[in-house]
T-cell receptor, first 114, second 113 residues
Framework: EPEVTQTPSHQVTQMGQEVILRCVPI?????FYWYRQILGQKVEFLVSFYNNEISEKSEIFDDQFSVERPDGSNFTLKIRSTKLEDSAMYFC????????????FGPGTRLTVL | AQSVTQLGSHVSVSEGALVLLRCNYSSSVPPYLFWYVQYPNQGLQLLLKYTTGATLVKGINGFEAEFKKSETSFHLTKPSAHMSDAAEYFCAVRDSSASKIIFGSGTRLSIRP
């Protein structure tokens, strides 16, 4: 069964460093998403991406964040200068076309900013 | 705007007892509703979803949920709890833009032996 994969599973970085979180969505999917979950809190939407551009972003997704689909298979989330409060689990999700299709979530990347 | 409220951040039931996790939603358009489960240190797994049609939706692991428009509810039930059901459960609604999913704050389900 096809699945969304994410690497790395755990990333530890120093405050101020850049990190790139990687996702491989399901191959025929068209819509891509990033969500995050701060420890003990609910899952929050960050950004959605369709047709090689951002279709929607939350207020969390400020200028420090960017997304890219560099090669038609990977979908990346970059944080330019990490802050302590960026520590969270980051989930990638993808969805096929059609109105009823569900989002499939990856296993997540746990980002720890020291 | 869409929103989801989960009543009870923690629910504890005995093994074999009925599981009832409550969810109420707010939506300006016909909602698409979901229940996701998250086991410790794992990702989100879809339990079930409601889009249109039959209001009683059956999911994996014996769970089901009923969409009640008059009550704006989508409660999750399972007739008989199993130890393996211990996890965090998230109710969610898909935004009217057909884009993001909006999650509730989650309910942690504990099962007593």
């Amino acid at each position: 069964e096809p699945e969304v994969t994410q690497t790395p599973s755990h990333q530890v970085t120093q405050m101020g460093q850049e990190v790139i979180l990687r996702c491989v969505p399901i191959s025929n999917h068209l819509y891509f998403y990033w969500y995050r979950q701060i420890l003990g809190q609910k899952v929050e939407f960050l950004v959605s991406f369709y047709n090689n551009e951002i279709s929607e972003k939350s207020e969390i997704f400020d200028d420090q964040f960017s997304v890219e689909r560099p090669d038609g298979s990977n979908f990346t989330l970059k944080i330019r200068s990490t802050k302590l409060e960026d520590s969270a689990m980051y989930f990638c999700a993808s969805r096929g076309g059609g109105n009823y299709n569900e989002q499939f979530f990856g296993p997540g990347t746990r980002l720890t900013v020291l | 705007a869409q929103s989801v409220t989960q009543l009870g951040s923690h629910v504890s039931v005995s093994e074999g007892a009925l599981v009832l996790l409550r969810c109420n939603y707010s939506s300006s358009v016909p909602p698409y509703l979901f229940w996701y489960v998250q086991y410790p240190n794992q990702g989100l797994q879809l339990l079930l979803k409601y889009t249109t049609g039959a209001t009683l939706v059956k999911g994996i692991n014996g769970f089901e949920a009923e969409f009640k428009k008059s009550e704006t509810s989508f409660h999750l039930t399972k007739p008989s709890a199993h130890m393996s059901d211990a996890a965090e459960y998230f109710c969610a609604v898909r935004d009217s833009s057909a884009s993001k999913i909006i999650f509730g704050s989650g309910t942690r389900l504990s099962i007593r032996p």
